[in-house]
Nanobody, 120 residues
Framework: QVQLVESGGGLVQAGDSLRLSCVAS????????VGWFRQAPGKERDFVAK?????AYADSVKGRFTISRDNAKNTVYLQMNSLKPEDTAVYYC????????????????WGQGTQVTVSS
């Protein structure tokens, strides 16, 4: 069975940094696109970043966040710098074998999420 487990969330102040991790099992990790999405209360689940062989970012995080992967460890990271209160959300990692998209609908497998809270 495919499992994705996020970790690394927490409560930080504006301007601080966090690194999120997504550890995958049950799949040939290097063959999958992995994306990060976030969802705040009352809002839609929005694209943050993705990685296959290349990377892409939402405009709201470009220049502050960096996505990377370590295929030997089946892990994708999201380094988040210069955090802002508007980054507060539950962050989810997701994976898909064949698609490489910006929409949540492009991803078959999802983790349970990790809470990131940024105070002003």
């Amino acid at each position: 069975q495919v499992q994705l487990v996020e970790s690394g969330g927490g409560l930080v102040q504006a301007g601080d940094s966090l690194r999120l991790s997504c550890v995958a099992s049950g799949l040939t990790f290097s063959a999958y696109t992995v994306g990060w999405f976030r969802q705040a209360p009352g809002k839609e689940r929005d694209f943050v970043a993705k990685i296959r062989t290349d990377t892409a970012y939402a405009d709201s995080v470009k220049g502050r966040f960096t996505i990377s992967r370590d295929n030997a460890k089946n892990t994708v990271y999201l380094q988040m710098n210069s955090l802002k209160p508007e980054d507060t959300a539950v962050y989810y990692c997701a994976a898909d074998r064949f698609r490489d998209g910006y929409s949540a609908r492009s991803y078959n497998y999802w983790g349970q999420g990790t809470q990131v809270t940024v105070s002003s």
